[in-house]
């Protein structure tokens, strides 16, 4: 089973934050600035190469980290997170995209929403 991702259509870098209790972290990152306006942001799961807090697990505070860093608004940043296959033939270990939209509370974002995705709607999203 692959638990180390390489780089790909959907991660071609690395984005390292400070998971829960101040952890150091990794995850995939794809940034696509659209034609409209707006930034795609794909957070990857990397697995054993994050050595701290899954992406899922902090979703929002990574989101308001990512959002900040690349000077992207939240009501102009469309946000996936999107975890590999593993190669298993346990269905819950198969390739996910979810859209995952927040609400602004203070400085933070919080969670409002998850939609799953297929792959051809996050490729629509990418070249929009």
């Not at 902090?58 to 860093?69: D, F, G, K, N, V």
């Not at 198969?94 to 400085?107: A, I, M, N, R, S």
Request: aromatic share 12%.
């Amino acid at each position: 089973m692959e638990t180390n991702p390489d780089f790909n259509k959907y991660m071609d870098q690395y984005f390292h934050y400070l998971g829960q209790w101040e952890s150091p972290s990794k995850c995939g990152l794809k940034v696509v600035h659209r034609k409209d306006g707006k930034t795609l942001i794909i957070v990857t799961e990397i697995y054993r190469q994050n050595p701290g807090t899954p992406v899922t697990e902090w979703c929002a505070p990574l989101a308001t980290r990512i959002m900040a860093e690349f000077q992207c608004p939240s009501d102009r940043c469309i946000f996936i997170e999107h975890t590999p296959d593993l190669g298993s033939k346990l269905t819950f270990y198969g390739e996910t995209f979810d859209l995952v939209t927040f609400q602004p509370e203070g400085k933070d974002l919080v969670i409002s929403k998850w939609t799953r995705l297929n792959p051809e709607e996050v490729d629509s999203l990418m070249d929009e």
